[in-house]
């Protein structure tokens, strides 16, 4: 056995040791995870739940607060004419004052509990939706660690000189960690809040409609436009994971429609030059070239200060060029580069360097500080081309 080979062995040896532990730990920490997380959705109910006594409770104390003035006043008529009212009218008007203020009073002690109570569940919410993103944080950086110990390390070892790539793949994975902590956070903030609310509403309706239909009605009102508040954010996320446009209206009206919805809040104008596209390119490539340009154009958005852009896409019988050029102040690319495989400052181009990679084609990026940027993506049209190109290797 070469010398070589023996350290290669040594190293596995280690590292399926490593990975082993890591692989417990991260169940551990994941069954806490857990944990938490069911301790958070039973706050998050017993929150409801107070919120919904507390509306009722208020609404008794505001009823209860007219009769305990309109007893009072009656008290003080009662009191004021003797010569009008009898002595058990007096005590009758007393006692019913009397009964309505204890009424009053309670229901007011109620009320401050219940805010106490709202107050102090509100605090350890907040105090356990921290925990869990603390926690979930640890899992993400351990999936990280474990999700590349498992890849193959003998490309690295064998090529160490390349230890930026391997940090650059480091990076992808942290990037789509990221996005699935995104997405879970777009639907823990938005359609889980509102399906909450709508809960708490459908209690509140159910203790209205005998009471007072009048509110019934209005509470069902502010759950309608809950529901639909809901449903518009569902939308939106699985649209954001799968355009369905896509496939509605085809690869280029989506891009057109994208862009348009990316830059509707800036003064940015887009010349679109776009090969009409039929069933030439694949659906997976298609996606491809929705995501980098969804990308890309979120970048102009946010760092070109541009005032003009362009798209053009063209193909033939195996590749397809996407082209994106802005007059933008532009960046130092080797710079910028270096800053992304260093420190991850840019997801987004690791995105799109991994989508292009991934998909064996080719990306180049010229710009320079005050000239403005060109983004050129080759890309296969479909599987075939990249079957061949990936035997030719």
């Known amino acids: 056995m070469k010398s070589e080979d023996f350290h290669i062995d040594s190293i596995n040896k280690i590292t399926k040791k490593i990975i082993g532990e890591i692989s417990s730990s991260r169940k551990i920490i994941v069954e806490i995870v857990d944990t938490l997380r069911k301790e958070h959705e039973k706050l998050k109910a017993e929150l409801v739940e107070v919120k919904s006594n507390m509306s009722l409770v208020i609404n008794e104390v505001d009823k209860l607060g007219l009769e305990d003035v309109a007893m009072r006043q009656r008290l003080a008529e009662v009191s004021a004419n003797f010569d009008k009212y009898t002595e058990l009218d007096i005590k009758h008007a007393y006692e019913e004052a009397s009964e309505v203020r204890i009424k009053y009073f309670g229901k007011q002690n109620e009320e401050k509990n219940l805010r106490e109570k709202r107050t102090s569940l509100e605090i350890a919410f907040k105090k356990s939706l921290e925990n869990i993103n603390q926690a979930e944080k640890v899992v993400n950086q351990v999936s990280i660690a474990l999700g590349y110990l498992e890849g193959d390390l003998l490309p690295v070892i064998e090529n160490s000189d390349k230890s930026s790539e391997m940090y650059m793949g480091i990076k992808i994975l942290e990037a789509q960690e990221n996005e699935r902590k995104r997405i ?14 709508v809960v708490m509403k459908v209690d509140i309706c159910e203790k209205f409609i005998n009471m007072d239909i009048e509110k019934a009605l209005n509470e069902l009102s502010d759950l309608k436009t809950a529901v639909k508040a809901a449903l518009k954010e569902v939308r939106n996320i699985i649209y954001d994971l799968r355009p369905m446009l896509l496939e509605e209206v085809g690869l280029n009206q989506t891009i057109n429609d994208t862009v348009v919805t990316i830059l509707k809040d800036t003064k940015i104008e887009v010349e679109f030059t776009l090969k009409p596209v039929k069933k030439e390119i694949e659906p997976i490539i298609q996606v491809a070239v929705y995501r980098i340009v969804q990308e890309v154009f979120n970048n102009i958005k946010k760092h070109s200060y541009a005032m003009h852009a362009k798209v053009k896409l063209d193909f033939g019988t195996k590749y397809l060029i996407l082209i994106i050029s802005d007059d933008g102040i532009g960046f130092d690319v080797k710079e910028t580069l270096k800053k992304v495989r260093c420190n991850a400052e840019s997801f987004g181009l690791i995105g799109i360097h991994d989508r292009v990679y991934q998909l064996q084609g080719e990306l180049k990026i010229k710009s320079s500080l005050g000239s403005g940027t060109i983004c050129i993506i080759k890309l296969p ?8 190109e990936s035997s030719r290797d």
């Open 184 to 197: 879970a956070k777009d639907i823990h903030d938005g359609p889980a809040q509102h399906m909450a609310n």
């Open 381 to 388: 049209i479909n599987r075939e081309v990249i079957k061949d």
